[in-house]
Antibody, heavy 120, light 107 residues
Framework: VQLVESGGGLVQPGGSLRLSCAAS????????ITWVRQAPGKGLEWVSS????????YYAASVTGRFTISRDNSKNTVYLQMHSLRAEDTAIYYC??????????????WGQGDLVTVSS | EIVMTQSPATLSVSPGERATLSCRAS??????IAWYQQRPGQAPRLLIY???TRATGIPARFSGSGSGTEFTLTISSLQSEDFAVYYC?????????FGPGTKVDIK
């Protein structure tokens, strides 16, 4: 079971970025996936979750209207499209797999994380 | 939003000793809580879910207890690899929320 994030990097305030989370080793289309971020030296913050089919999505208030989560089950990949980025979005972004059927729950597999830096 | 608080912020423990970490929810979350371990430079690792069920491959020295608003993670005999930051997370309500973490360091 493996998750690999990509797409992070340096972006200017107000810019956009799309993160990808490529999955392998499990039946991807039957698990919800979540993005969690961690600002430098800080704790964990839930960002967004998507159901196994992609029909149901949830967002933290801090990113609602700016971030969009989606998935392509044919490519075993989840995406996080980020617009209107702010300095406070600077963080390591982790994707994580649910260890159950319901979208809300705990996460038994995490990617290595991808750093997003928002700075001019 | 359910606020998770953890205490203490830092716990200094000698190898082989017992460590008890606490997590409190601002309202009842039944048993819908998970605990994670995060070592420096690594992603979080799931230890406990459902308040007391160990995740796959987690040693028996890790145990969780509690329900409602008060929860405990106990590490019965600390090993060198257990010195890390521990987070609790509730999944009873949206938004999902994490506690601020407890750092367990070497005394």
């Amino acid at each position: 079971v493996q998750l690999v994030e990509s797409g992070g990097g340096l972006v200017q305030p107000g810019g956009s970025l799309r993160l990808s989370c490529a999955a392998s080793g499990f039946t991807f289309s039957t698990y919800a996936i979540t993005w969690v971020r961690q600002a430098p030296g800080k704790g964990l913050e839930w960002v967004s979750s998507i159901s196994d089919s992609g029909a149901i999505t949830y967002y933290a208030a801090s990113v609602t209207g700016r971030f969009t989560i989606s998935r392509d089950n044919s490519k075993n990949t989840v995406y996080l499209q980020m617009h209107s980025l702010r300095a406070e979005d600077t963080a390591i972004y982790y994707c994580a797999k649910r260890n159950g059927a319901v979208v809300a729950g705990s996460f038994d597999c995490w990617g290595q994380g991808d750093l997003v830096t928002v700075s001019s | 939003e359910i606020v998770m608080t953890q205490s203490p912020a830092t716990l200094s423990v000698s190898p082989g000793e017992r460590a008890t970490l606490s997590c409190r929810a601002s309202q009842s979350i039944s048993s819908n809580i998970a605990w994670y371990q995060q070592r420096p430079g690594q992603a979080p690792r799931l230890l406990i879910y459902g308040a007391s069920t160990r995740a796959t491959g987690i040693p028996a020295r890790f145990s969780g207890s509690g329900s409602g608003t008060e929860f405990t993670l106990t590490i019965s005999s600390l090993q060198s690899e257990d010195f890390a930051v521990y987070y609790c997370q509730q999944y009873n309500n949206w938004p999902l929320t994490f506690g601020p973490g407890t750092k367990v360091d070497i005394k």
